[in-house]
């Protein structure tokens, strides 16, 4: 079927949304009293309560009052609000002040800010409804938070579910996750979400195709369900990730399910799980962090462990090799927090930790200048981020439209289609390019989508029911050339 020239953008992203902690330090740097790790940008508290945030920037993500300009080091988010909390979703933000006041900024097709509308921001704007909250998280196009009572509030994209209100329909402002449960914490992941009960009974509804739910099933679930789990088992957190979910006892026992094509459940295997398994090691963990396809996790002692999918370094343990058991992070450094990235439909991530001096280091991809360290080169050890240079400008890495576009080309492993166009809930897929043409593949080799350049512009196949020419199609936020030798595009 035909239709009329669109636009269609294709992305290098990467990480999931959650927010880190440790006790801020005064110094004539930067230092952080938290730290979270979103898709392809990174955000942090410093002292006062200012938020810093660094990367790509492409939908106002960073918060300071532009778009599409990204930053290699901290940049401060504009406005006047302090927050005491914050976390990175999927080139979107939210940070919590004090007094439970709830601000989002960056994306909001889907109205994943909360305010009200589906309007991108690239400064600050308050939720709206007026609720005050004590947590919040964002994921990939969802956001939720809980209130002091415990009741749970979530907005934004709700086609698997992920809202848990009993519908599939979006939602631009906060509604009330169903079920009446009293919650402690809430972790929004890509399709999903948990929650975590205040008696240590773990919750979680929306997208289940890899079993990320826990309750022994791949069915979907508008409202919670519970996470299956054996006798006597209790949880003190549970964390989100892409398509895998993972807790931990007060014991420090850590338990994953879902998604395990890389190893990101740590059970030494590559099979998925509809039931929580335990983590191998025997290790005692203080803290867990689920990413996309990767999990990382730090001990009483601060020592930091990850697993699963290792193609960039977001591991940290010096290598590309993905592991299906923990594996320690390099360096020998202490860390009072941990995120492991991953968001959206990418495959390329970075991880993040933060120390009791409130220094934050990063390790994993780069190509955005996620890591913070003034670079874009991707890094298998955790380097620190640069604090004594936060707020500086950085200009683009390459000269040159064409030579930028390039660059993104050529690193196969990070391009993704995104937006309205397509979505790829539980679908393992890869993508390969050609000259004149991009293919997205399942796993098991058919196309998927097919772009092609034509005479018209580039034509975009889905599967095989539906075709469209679209007049430009980005990488990141460059346009990719048009038709030139082949002919020129007729849309404008």
Known sequence: MRVEPTQLTLLAVAVLAGSTRAQSVRSDTVTFAA????????????????????????????????SGTERWVPVRVVGDARFASVSAGDRYTCGLTAAGAAYCWGLNGWGQLGDGTTTDRSSPVAVAGGLSFKLVSTGFRQTCAI????????????????????????????????????FAAVSAGDFHTCGLTTTGAAYC???????????????????????????????????????????????????????????????????????????AGGMSYAAVSAGISHTCGITAAGAAYCWGLNVQGQLGDGTTES?????????????????????????????CGLTAAGVAYCWGQNARGQLGDGTTEDRTRPVPVAQNRAGAAIPPPLEGEAAYVEAMKADLRNLVLAEEVFFADSVKY?????????DLRL???????????????????????????????FVGSTPLPPATEEGVATCK
Not at 331 to 345: H, L, N, T
Not at 430 to 438: D, Q, T
Request: proline share 3%; hydrophobic share 35%; net charge neutral.
């Open 35 to 66: 730290v979270s790790v979103g898709g392809i940008h990174t955000c942090g508290v410093a002292a006062g309560g200012v938020v810093y945030c660094w990367g790509w920037n492409t939908r106002g993500q960073l918060g300071d009052g532009t």
């Open 147 to 182: 209130v002091a009572g415990g009741a749970a509030y979530c907005w934004g994209l709700n086609r698997a579910g992920q809202l848990g209100d009993g519908t599939t329909t979006d939602r631009s402002s906060p509604v009330r996750v169903a079920g009446d449960l009293t």
């Open 205 to 279: 509804w929306g997208g289940n195709g890899d079993g990320q739910l826990g309750d022994g099933s791949t069915t979907p679930r508008l409202t919670p369900t519970l996470v299956r789990v054996g006798s006597g088992v209790s949880f003190t957190a549970v964390n989100a990730g892409g398509f895998h979910t993972c807790a931990i006892t007060a014991g420090g026992a850590a338990y994953c399910w879902g998604a395990n094509g890389d190893g990101q459940l740590g059970d030494e295997s590559a099979d998925g799980r509809t039931l929580p398994v335990l983590v």
């Open 323 to 351: 592991r299906r058991r923990p594996v320690p992070v390099a360096g020998d450094i202490r860390f009072v927090a941990i995120e492991a990235g991953g968001s959206g439909q990418a495959l390329g991530f970075h991880s």
């Open 430 to 438: 890869s993508s390969k390019i050609a000259p004149g043409a991009v």
């Open 443 to 473: 796993s098991e080799g058919s196309i998927l989508l097919s772009l092609h350049l034509t005479q018209d512009g580039w034509t975009a196949r889905m599967g095989h029911a539906h075709t469209q020419t679209v007049c430009t199609i």
